[in-house]
């Protein structure tokens, strides 16, 4: 390091300088006293100049009547001095973050802030780190008016599902992400320390440059850059503790055996549990006086106190020449359930950022190259979730309160203690679901490395011109391992004579070539930016690789190893990634008079390897306009309150290829869903087989998307309020969907364009920042995004497509789909009108002709409607029963600042979605939670949950609204409070040492019964994106309090 | 400087020109269709591809035609847990949810679509050994078309006809029933017509392969059917109808009983020694078990005979014309099929809903307790030994039924609809104990050894996954029992009851002239469980008498002593509603213009649980 700054010294030294009146002098930052190395100090009206040195010091030669030095550098305000009779100078620069702001990221390059005429969207990195999340989108969700940002489960290292502007279509949803310029990397594997700013574009316009990808919205995200001046380390880090903020409270042992023999009675069984022949006396006599409870299994899987660490270091510094970032991070966290094989997710990144210039000139710097690059090292392991045959969390909720936990000698409860003490000849059910999962989801780790690198070469021949060549690179490697050991846990599981090791590992790259030109001209007060490019990128070259076999030579976790096995393994298999390619022309032309009226023209095209020859090409246009009001003589009178005021509007175009490739081609399956066991050996030994494996679609294309924007942005009484507004209307033309087709067709339908959806809505972002007095600043931010999701058609004879059956439990019918005429996902199925509570109001009902589901029915059945009014109750009268898409979500946050302290307050709230939520099967006695208290069980006991009874009962088993709940929740996301102790020790060599406490998910307003009411799953393991809403028992979000420093020297 | 400029410029002008070449991708794991089938080996694997629907649809057996075809006979009851509504909706013909069979109707789909492929195609391959060997081949698609055509036909009647891979892709009309049906029976015309003269195995062929003989046993079954149920015809006296094919050529009754004939003459398929050898309880490794009550008991009684289970150790059954083949090639991964294994065992197996050790069962695996046996076929059997049989026991009976309150020491489940005394003991998982370690299936002792090591892929000792004994779907004592009741003769009959005796202290005795009475018996006893009783009782004419002979019988309502109560109205009720065929799927009915519903799914059509 010491050697680089010798050299960069030395090459400032070697300026010319003109032997004249020298002038010396510092140049220190006026918020912290320190020197502000590589300041430019330029003598005004000459070429004259030279940057500060490390000290902030410089020594300028002045030629005899000069009399002003220009001082600037980067970040802060601009500064003349007036050195006429000095020889020594001291400047203080004071820090401009306006100017800093007002610089936003627009897809390949930057424009001035008050001049974008599209609807986009900044947020600083150190807005998004003041909130500690592990992610940049955790952080995001409630400074992000526009954005829809769920998780589907909150396990450590989950991913989100983030949808700009509403859902716009069936299968890809998710925006684009453009990390350092480069499009399609994971904006997760990013610690957020490492994000200078995330730029979100928004409606179509601005979107337009991004054309075949875009229609989704893109999110830009540039990391820490290095900035010249003296070199500035930073050190953040906290430690946390989480915890459950809420559990459901299920039955205990007693409670579960009174509620069972009660559903025994309702049915009008005669059969009744005879408990005791289930277990030990002593054991029944614990749980019938209440020494004993029983096993709580959520309590059972609880991680207490789970860990949450976080530890990032920055370096930046540089000159006008040379410019670095260098950023370390590590991260670990382990999740609040799964005990004792908790989920743990860690990543280590390490990121270099530079830019140097190679030649330049007086005035500008004619070559510079630079390069960003991020290696990301993530583990994760974790329990399931997901489908409810895959969920853990679930499984506690449904397992019995009778089954202990340990055996007398401290081992899991396993199957030979259940025969012992007569508990199997209740039911297998009675599995040990922590058992389970300790040995069958409890040995597993998954590691990925990916790099991201970019690097590019920007020639500047003339001045205003610049030509750019970037080149993008991004590797992305994993591997996977676990073990499952011998066990018995009940007498049908399979492998449990036998432990079981698998392994499988990939690995695969991408890279992207953009060149762009760019020129500036600016003739009197017409300003013109023109910008031409083109790029090609090629993705998914990789392959993957597994394999597994049982019988491991050496047992246990360590030796977990396909090498260790006695034998070979049992089944192995290999295959290519599907690669693609994407060509595309862009061309943009912004134009303003006068910083006053703008105008800006976008012009995309693409050719995705997705599509057949001839149906590759899409041309996505684009045009938004603006107008800053203010800049208007007539408006000088409302100058004194009314300080900015912009118009603008937008329309454009663009699109989505999102989808599997081939699906043009009449394609042959020769995979193993089609093999033949011929042949007299039994084991092994087959004949491949092929099938068709689609109906061709020649003619798939592009799905497109057009939006319309229209909105303002305002600052009021001295800039201290700032007002963003926007409506937008946004179609989606021709998804790429993949419509079911008749199944006398007889293989695999194609992916069609075939739907049309419409998203209107507004956003209104208001911030009032303001100070008073000297020290006491404060600062309140609302952000409010409505939305209206209506899908207008599907493209096929029924007009909609369901989601799955067996979603919400076990033998339901699929809850969920897209229709038109309604929004995505709307839950689907019987409207109700309360409960029978007694024989009268049945007999009322049959005499007004309404028709029952129940054959016979009782009081404390549900009044199913008949919608269609036919008097017949059929799957005709299933019909929307909720919507899981919030109609209105709303960031709310304010800070305050006083002498060194700071505190932050920062709430998330959705509103007018709903919920479905079920916590258990219908058979398999599986347990309830307390809800089942406020089932009727007599006249004007409850209107809304029908009387208790098992599975076979209609009351439970179709799909109605008794599971629908509204949702709308306000939380409470993030209290901080830091002190900077600067403030006392001034004489630190540290510029920063911030000492700060922080809870995060610390309260929820909310009606909501279930765990948690912001639920992002489809209940189905994610794979019905559209879908959302479906709480079956989700991993949910912790509550979590941390104590960090942010240091600074 | 404008080197550079010149240099980029003509990049871009290089790009722009490559793009398409650039943006052209290939597959690496799919063949299509511009270059595939080209050689023997394509062709081999489109045949193979046919057969793995087989597979396919046994991977989700409940909603399937075999599957349906027993629950819905008169043999057997729908059986399962208190939330299985579709076992015993199929028991009582009735629908639950919009979509009850659409599994079944989709994968059968793919089946005929597979076929249609194959015989589209497989003549346009080169590299064939000599003519015979390609026409066995698309015999093979030929027989298999018609072979999914007749249980789609059975379950759902009118359907549309496609025999080709283009039409499928459209909305087609339902075919007339004399369609559907001409062209099931001239597909085994020509599937007969084209395949050598030989058994499979004599061509050199691996086991499973159909022949021959195989189209012309299934000619017999759908003709019997076909003209039975539709053309009401009367074996005793109308029994000579010719029917008129697709291509509106005709088959003469005189051609029919030439093929059966031939079948039973010259196929070289013959019946296993003993009966008992036929199921896998007579498995080498639990046979000799003194946990085995029935077949120690069996020997006991027999000493003179010697069971062996047909496929020990691979073995082939020397009776089976047609089967399914099972494999441990299912892993879990997305791209192989749970129906690798034979799931049917699965389903039909005793139900186990957490209240049974291993020992209450022995030697029969668990399941899911499809289709208990109904009582009034363990009376009607023994009313036929005392009426047709002279009073001798037929050893049959107890080698398919298992009487629980004999032979095992099962408790009554909490959870079972319409459970009885009776289990089928033909389609059962067969479990076995070896050095004092019990296994889930024989096989998995049988081909995995102690601790499975040698087993290649997943399912070992897996009571869902390790099912892998052939499914039998036609057996050539069916086309004995064909024979004698197309020309009236007794030697299908007496051959049957001839190998019957060989388990039996006491002889059958033989049958001295033909009686279509005595016909329908031995039919229904030989064959219980395979799937044929169904439509036997719907061509005879008798289906709503023989199904309401269920109605109250002895059952067990999640374990309580009850009786089978009318469900929805009745058997009888709901056959004559539906004639017995099941609802089309409802989203079908909605995605299509042309197709309409079954008659009998209107209201009063939906089961919603069983009401005591």
Redesign the interface.
């Known amino acids: 390091m010491k050697n680089i700054l010798m050299f960069l010294v030395a090459v400032l030294m070697s300026c010319h300088i003109i032997a004249q009146n020298t002038v010396t002098g510092t140049v220190i930052d006026g918020s912290d006293n320190t020197p502000i190395i590589g300041a430019s100090v330029m003598v005004k009206g000459t070429t004259l100049g030279i940057t500060s040195d490390i000290n902030g010091q410089f020594s300028l030669k002045v030629p005899a009547g000069k009399n002003t030095l220009v001082i600037s550098s980067v970040g802060y305000k601009t500064q003349e001095v007036n050195i006429s009779g000095k020889r020594v100078i001291k400047v203080t620069l004071a820090t401009d973050t306006k100017q800093l702001e007002e610089v936003v990221v627009v897809g390949y390059g930057v424009q001035k802030k008050k001049l974008v005429t599209g609807a986009t969207l900044q947020i600083k990195g150190s807005d998004i780190t003041k909130l500690n999340t592990t992610g940049a989108l955790d952080a995001l969700q409630s400074q992000s008016p526009g954005l829809n940002i769920v998780q589907s489960s909150a396990q450590p290292g989950s991913g989100y599902k983030v949808n700009i502007r509403g859902l716009g279509t069936k299968n890809s949803y998710s925006p684009l992400y453009v990390i350092d310029g480069a499009a399609g990397g994971d904006i997760n594997a990013l610690n957020p320390a490492d994000i200078e700013s995330i730029d979100v574009l928004k409606d179509a316009a601005s979107c337009a440059i991004y054309g075949a990808r875009a229609a989704n919205g893109v999110i830009l995200v540039t990391t820490k850059q290095g900035k010249s001046g003296k070199i500035s380390v930073s050190y953040d880090g906290y430690y946390g503790w989480q915890n459950v903020y809420k559990l459901p409270t299920l039955l205990n042992a007693k409670q579960y055996m009174e509620v069972m023999d009660q559903v025994c009675f309702n ?5 009744t549990y005879d408990w005791k022949s289930y277990m030990p006396a002593s054991r029944y006599e614990a749980y019938m006086n209440g020494t004993n409870s029983g096993t709580n299994w959520l309590e059972a899987m609880r991680n207490k106190n789970a860990p949450i660490t976080n530890h990032a270091i920055n370096i930046t510094g540089g000159n006008d020449m040379s410019k670095f970032s260098l950023g370390v991070s590590y991260t670990n966290q382990e999740g609040i359930f799964g005990k004792p094989v908790q989920s743990t997710f860690e990543r280590t990144t390490v990121r270099l950022n530079s830019d140097h210039v190679i030649y330049k000139t007086n005035d500008r710097d004619i070559i510079t190259f630079g390069e960003t690059l991020n290696y990301v090292y993530k583990t994760n392991g974790g329990i399931a979730t997901g489908t409810m045959y895959w969920n853990d969390v679930r499984n506690c909720m449904q397992a019995y309160p009778i089954t202990p936990e340990y055996d007398d000698s401290g081992n899991y409860y396993m199957w030979t203690d259940m ?1 012992a003490d007569g508990l ?7 599995t040990n679901p922590n058992a389970d999962m300790y040995y069958n989801r409890g040995h597993n780790i998954s590691k990925n490395h990916s790099l991201n690198m970019t690097a590019y070469l920007k ?1 500047s ?1 003339i001045k205003g011109l610049t ?1 750019k ?1 970037q080149f993008g690179y991004r590797m992305n490697a994993y591997d996977y391992r676990q073990y499952v050991p011998a066990y018995q846990m009940n ?8 432990d079981v090791v698998s392994q499988s590992a990939g690995m695969g790259w991408s890279y992207t070539l953009d ?1 762009t ?1 760019n020129y500036v001209l600016n003739v009197n007060k017409h300003n013109f930016d023109i910008m031409a490019g ?1 790029s ?1 990128e ?1 993705s998914g070259m990789g392959e993957d690789l ?1 394999a ?1 076999g ?2 491991l030579l050496f047992e246990g976790w360590d030796y977990a190893w396909l090498y260790n096995l ?2 070979n393994p ?2 192995a ?1 290999s ?2 990634w599907s ?5 595309s ?1 862009f061309g943009r032309i912004n134009y303003n008079y006068n910083e006053t009226y703008m105008c800006s023209l976008i012009m995309r095209t693409d ?3 997705n599509f057949a ?1 001839g149906k ?1 090409w899409g041309y996505f246009p684009s045009v938004s306009a603006g107008w800053v009001v203010t800049n208007e003589s007539f408006m000088q009178t409302t100058k004194d309150w009314l300080n900015f005021f912009k118009l603008r509007g937008s329309w454009g175009q663009n699109g989505n290829c999102n989808i599997s ?2 699906q043009y ?29 689609i ?1 061709p679609n020649p003619d798939i294309t592009w799905e497109k998307s057009e939006q319309l924007d229209l909105g303002f942005d305002a600052r009021l009484f001295n800039s201290r309020l700032g007002i963003t507004f926007d409506w937008y209307k946004k179609t989606t033309k021709g998804w790429l969907v993949d419509a ?8 695999n339908a194609p992916y069609i364009n075939g739907g049309n959806v419409e998203n209107k809505g507004i956003e209104i972002g208001l911030n009032w920042n303001d100070k008073v007095g000297k020290d006491f600043t404060y600062g309140v931010n609302l952000n409010l995004a409505f939305n209206k999701n209506n899908v207008t058609s599907i493209n ?3 007009g909609y497509i ?1 989601g799955p ?1 067996n979603t919400l439990m ?2 339901t ?1 699929s809850c969920y789909r897209v229709q038109t005429g309604h929004p995505m996902g709307f839950f689907y199925g019987y409207k109700t009108a309360g409960i029978f509570q007694n024989r009268a109001e049945i007999e009322a009902w049959k005499a007004a002709g309404k028709p029952f ?4 029915p009782q009081p404390g059945d549900v009044k199913f409607v008949d919608v269609t009014g036919n008097g ?1 109750l ?2 005709d009268d299933k019909t929307q029963i909720g919507n899981p898409n919030p109609r209105c979500v709303l960031g709310f946050s304010f800070n305050i600042g006083y002498k060194g302290f700071d505190l932050n307050v920062t709430t998330y709230g959705n509103f007018g979605q709903d919920i479905m939520h079920y916590y258990r099967d ?4 599986c347990n309830y939670t307390t809800e089942v208290y406020d089932y009727w069980h007599g006249e004007g006991t409850s209107n809304k949950y029908p009387r208790l009874t ?5 009351n439970w ?1 179709k799909i109605s609204d008794i599971y629908v709940d509204k949702g709308d929740f306000l939380k409470i996301s993030n209290i901080t409070i830091g002190y900077d102790f600067k403030k006392l020790w001034k004489a630190s060599p540290l510029s920063q040492m911030r000492l700060y406490a922080s809870a995060q998910n610390l309260y929820t307003f909310t009606s909501y019964k279930g765990m948690d009411p912001e639920v992002g799953s489809d209940g189905y393991g994610d794979t019905y994106g559209w879908a959302r809403g479906i709480d079956i028992g989700t991993y949910p979000h912790a509550r979590t309090f941390i104590v960090g420093v942010n240091l600074k020297f | ?1 404008k080197n ?2 010149f240099t ?1 410029f003509a ?2 002008a290089f ?2 020109c490559s ?2 070449d ?4 290939k ?8 270059n ?2 080209q050689k023997l080996s ?1 062709a ?9 629907n ?3 649809v046994n991977s989700n057996p409940g909603g399937s035609w075999y599957m349906y075809a027993a629950l819905a006979s008169d043999d057997v009851l729908g059986g399962g ?3 299985d ?1 579709l076992f015993q909706s199929e028991d009582l013909l009735c629908n639950y ?3 009850m069979t ?1 599994q079944f ?2 994968d059968r ?6 076929a ?2 194959a015989i589209a195609t497989i003549g346009n391959c080169i590299g064939f050994k000599d003519d015979d060997q390609k026409n066995q081949m698309i015999g093979e698609a030929y027989f298999l078309r018609a072979y999914y055509y007749y249980e789609l036909a059975s379950m759902y009647g009118k ?2 006809l ?1 025999l080709n ?1 283009v039409t ?2 459209s ?2 009309p339902q075919a007339s029933a004399d369609s559907i049906w001409g062209s099931i029976i001239q597909d085994c015309v020509t599937a007969i017509k084209m395949m050598p003269s030989k058994k499979a195995s004599v061509q050199g ?5 159909v022949d021959k003989y195989g189209a012309e046993a299934l000619l017999g079954r759908a003709y019997l059917f076909y003209t039975g149920f539709y053309k009401d015809a009367n074996p005793i006296n109308e029994k000579k109808t010719d029917v008129t094919l697709l291509d509106g050529t005709a088959l003469t009754y005189a051609e029919v009983c030439t093929y059966i004939d031939d079948c039973v003459t010259n196929s070289g398929y013959s019946l296993a020694p003993q009966f008992q050898d036929i199921w896998g309880y007579s498995n080498r490794l639990s046979k000799n078990d003194d946990a085995n009550y029935y077949m120690k008991n069996l020997m006991a009684n027999v000493p003179s005979a010697s069971f062996a289970y047909c496929e020990d150790d ?3 059954n020397p009776e089976a014309m047609f089967k399914i ?5 299912f ?1 879990w ?1 997305t ?3 749970i129906g ?1 294994s034979n799931e049917y065992c699965l389903f039909f197996g005793m139900r ?4 049974q ?2 020992s209450n069962l022995f030697p029969f695996g ?1 399941g899911w307790g499809a289709g208990p046996v109904a009582k009034n076929l363990w009376s009607d059997w023994k009313s036929y030994e005392a009426n047709y049989l002279g009073g001798v026991t037929d050893p049959r009976r107890e080698a398919s039924i298992c009487d629980v309150t004999k032979e095992i020491s099962r ?1 009554k489940e ?2 079972f ?1 319409q459970e009885t005394d009776y289990f089928n003991k033909k389609n059962a998982p067969y479990a076995c104990n070896v050095n004092g370690k019990r296994y ?1 299936t024989f ?1 998995s002792y049988m ?2 050894g102690t ?16 099912n ?1 004994h052939d499914l039998i779907l036609i057996r050539y004592a069916e086309v004995l029992l064909m024979q004698s009741e197309l020309e009236g003769s007794v030697d299908g009959i007496n051959k049957l009851r001839t190998r019957a005796s060989q388990s039996s202290a006491t002889p059958l005795p033989q049958l001295a002239t033909y009686s279509f009475d005595a016909l329908k018996q031995e039919r229904r006893f030989e064959l219980a469980f395979e799937g044929v009783r169904f439509n036997d009782i719907r061509r005879w004419g008798i289906a709503a008498t023989a199904l309401d002979k269920q109605l109250d019988t002895d059952v067990y309502i ?3 002593t009850n009786t089978n109560k009318a469900q929805n109205g009745g058997y009888s009720t709901r056959y004559n509603a539906t004639k017995g065929f099941a609802k089309i ?4 009915i ?4 042309l197709l309409k519903q079954n008659d009998g799914y209107g ?1 009063g059509s ?1 089961y ?5």
């Not at chain 2, 597959?27 to 511009?34: C, F, I, L, R």
């Not at chain 2, 909605?590 to 213009?593: E, M, N, R, T």
Request: net charge negative; hydrophobic share 30%.
């Open positions: 049915q009008g069984n005669d059969v025969v199997s000849s209740y039911n297998t059910l009675a020639i021949p030509l060549s007498q049908n599981t399979a492998d449990n004579y036998t060149n030109i083109q090609f090629k597994s597994s049982k019988n006695s034998g049992s089944s298999s295959s290519p690669a693609g390619a994407l060509a022309f050719g995705s390897s020859r590759r490739n081939f081609l009449s394609t042959i399956g020769m995979d193993g869903s089609a093999y033949y066991r011929f042949g007299t050996t039994m084991l092994g030994s087959y004949t491949k087989g092929s099938y068709p494996n109906l079911p087709i008749l199944e006398t067709a007889g293989t096929n004879a029924n369901d059956s076990q033998g019918e589901l129940q054959s016979s017949t059929d799957a219908q058979d398999r006695r098992a599975a076979n009962n209609v088993n | 400087m550079i400029l980029l990049a871009i790009l722009f793009c398409e650039a943006l052209d991708t597959s690496y794991t799919q063949a299509n269709t511009s595939y089938p394509d081999q694997q489109l045949i193979a591809g046919v057969y793995n087989l597979n396919v847990g208190d939330t509504y949810s919009s979509n659409n109707w989709k789909w793919a089946g005929i679509n597979r249609n492929n359907m549309p496609i891979t499928g892709a909305d087609v062929l691996d086991d499973g392969h691979n073995g082939i083949k099972f494999n441990s090639m892993t991964s791209e192989t099929i690798y186990d809903s957490g209240g050790t291993w668990q408790v909490k959870d609809i889930n096989e081909y995995g601790d499975g090591t040698t087993w290649v892929g997943a399912g070992w000792n897996d009571t869902q996954l390790g892998l999640d374990g309580s799927p409802e989203s079908q909605s995605l299509s213009k209201s939906d919603n649980g069983w009401t005591k």
